[in-house]
Antibody, heavy 118, light 107 residues
Framework: EEQLVESGGGLVQPGGSLRLSCAAS????????MSWVRQAPGKGLEWVSA????????HYADSVKGRFTISRDNSRNTLYLQMNSLRAEDTAIYYC???????????WGQGTPVTVSS | EIVMTQSPATLSVSPGERATLSCRAS??????LAWYQQKPGQAPRLLIY???NRATGLPPRFSGSGSGTEFTLTISSLQSEDFAVYYC?????????FGGGTKVEVK
């Protein structure tokens, strides 16, 4: 069974940093692009960032460009999101998602909450 | 950025009735459109990809149609487990974008 398990969320002050992880199992991780998608409290879904299967290509939403960095370790079957210069508007549940061909999301983790507040 | 607009924001439907959800793109996304279902406290779940292809295990009461800028998700006979929020997403252009969602509630 395919599984994605996020970790690393928590409470951080504005301007602070956090690194999220997503452990993948049940599929050949290195064959798939991956994404992070977030959802602010009571709001809709917002795509954050994507990375190709070999890590060679990355994409970011304008709202996080220059502050967040997506990466992956295919030897550890793990996806990461390094979040710097955090703002209150980054408060959300962060989901990692397995991308299918064409970058739609065929499997999702349960999410990890991030709260940016003083 | 392609803006995805879903309508209506809320749809009140009785169990057993048909539900029709709309999604409009600000420019053509070809057939690169997916639909997701999200229930309270849960992660989203893929329903439809490439406009009309059902995800593995999805009941045939769910169907998708459209192309270019106008898309529709139809649930032919609503079951109790179908009351949820539905999102469309385009993957034709970067950045990937979602619609604001349609909440399907019990009438």
């Amino acid at each position: 069974e395919e599984q994605l398990v996020e970790s690393g969320g928590g409470l951080v002050q504005p301007g602070g940093s956090l690194r999220l992880s997503c452990a993948a199992s049940g599929f050949t991780f290195s064959h798939y692009a991956m994404s992070w998608v977030r959802q602010a409290p009571g709001k809709g879904l917002e795509w954050v960032s994507a990375i190709s299967d070999n890590g060679g290509t990355t994409h970011y939403a304008d709202s996080v460009k220059g502050r967040f960095t997506i990466s992956r370790d295919n030897s550890r079957n793990t996806l990461y999101l390094q979040m710097n210069s955090l703002r209150a508007e980054d408060t959300a549940i962060y989901y990692c998602a397995k991308d299918s061909i064409g970058y739609y999301f065929e499997n999702w983790g349960q999410g990890t909450p991030v709260t940016v507040s003083s | 950025e392609i803006v995805m607009t879903q309508s209506p924001a809320t749809l009140s439907v009785s169990p057993g009735e048909r539900a029709t959800l709309s999604c409009r793109a600000s420019q053509s996304v070809s057939s690169n459109l997916a639909w997701y279902q999200q229930k309270p406290g849960q992660a989203p779940r893929l329903l439809i990809y490439r406009t009309s292809n059902r995800a593995t295990g999805l009941p045939p009461r769910f169907s998708g149609s459209g192309s270019g800028t106008e898309f529709t998700l139809t649930i032919s006979s609503l079951q109790s487990e179908d009351f949820a929020v539905y999102y469309c997403q385009q993957y034709n252009n970067w950045p990937l974008t979602f619609g604001g969602g349609t909440k399907v509630e019990v009438k």
